[in-house]
């Protein structure tokens, strides 16, 4: 009698850098942040960095999980407080790469302050913001990216606060790279991510994101494939478009490319200078 072949599963592209004991993973069907996590490992393999000098921080949020299914040195931290935790970390060991992998919520609401302040202040890190307007992981909330009039559980009948720009609130606040693409763009996404890594200073990437179980069926937008086909038809790629004018409203066109990459002195350039003048003065 003869034995049957014994079959071999198919191994997953990205099985080296992703904690497989831990899948299968928390995300709905349709949601886009799989396919962001994706991308980023990709750009990750490109970029030729050391594995063992890189680091991921996230915080809380549907996002903040992605820490935990990276086989890297990976933290997640508080609410909002990814930022300043990786802070430290680029401090305290000036030769990791440190990347915060995080969403909207916990990066622009609660994490707001430090945001701003780690992107003025050029901390050299890469930001990776997953933005899929709302709240996800604990119920659909309106957030400080969610569209006007949009609707949420907490605006029923449409949001009547203005969201942030967030391409702009990066430039303003002094990222030295800024761009936005889509959970359909992912050659572009992979690219600029690797772009991102790169960058000495404080990178910023956008990465907007389907949410069929919350925001998308709330406001009538359709499964994760009708999300993609509707990213297909309304994105326009512009490169170099000053993040002002990229405002994203509900329904309307969804400008995408890379808006800003510049050079400029970072935190510890500053310091190395400082330390290196308090030496050369005489005491």
């Known amino acids: 009698m003869s034995q049957r072949p014994t079959v071999v599963p198919p191994k997953h592209p990205r ?20 396919t962001a996590l994706n991308c980023f490992i990709g750009a990750l393999e490109k970029s030729g960095l050391p594995l063992d000098k890189v680091v991921i921080v996230s915080g809380i949020g549907c996002t903040g999980r992605a820490a935990g299914y990276i086989r890297l040195d990976s933290f997640h931290t508080t609410h909002g407080r990814a930022i300043p935790f990786a802070t430290g970390l680029r401090l305290a060991n000036p030769e990791l790469k440190v990347v915060i992998f ?11 302050n430090h945001f701003i302040h780690a992107a003025r202040r050029n901390i050299d890190m890469t930001v990776v913001c997953v933005n899929n ?4 992981m604990t119920g659909g909330q309106v957030g400080p990216t969610t569209p006007a009039m949009a609707k949420t559980a907490t605006s029923p009948y449409g949001n009547s606060e203005h969201p942030f720009n967030l391409p702009y609130l990066a430039a303003a606040s002094g990222a030295v790279y800024v761009a936005r693409w889509t959970t359909l763009h992912v050659r572009r996404l992979e690219r600029s991510l690797t772009e991102a890594l790169l960058k000495e200073g404080f990178s910023f990437v956008e990465v907007i ?6 925001f998308d069926r709330m406001n ?6 009708d ?28 400008i995408v490319g890379k ?25």
């Open 15 to 34: 099985e080296s850098l992703l904690r497989e004991e831990r899948l299968p993973h928390i995300w709905c069907s349709g949601c886009g942040i799989g």
């Open 102 to 112: 995080s969403g909207d919520g916990d990066l622009i609401a609660i994490g707001g």
């Open 133 to 136: 307007f709302n709240y996800g």
């Open 209 to 214: 994101s389907p949410c069929p179980t919350y």
């Open 220 to 225: 009538r937008l359709g499964e994760g494939l």
């Open 227 to 254: 999300m993609m086909k509707f990213y297909r038809e309304s994105s326009e790629i512009v490169h170099g478009l000053d993040p002002r004018k990229v405002d994203i409203d509900l329904g309307g066109k969804i």
């Open 259 to 283: 808006f800003i990459d510049i050079e400029k002195p970072t935190y510890l350039d500053f310091q190395r200078e400082i330390q290196a003048r308090m030496e050369g003065e005489p005491s």
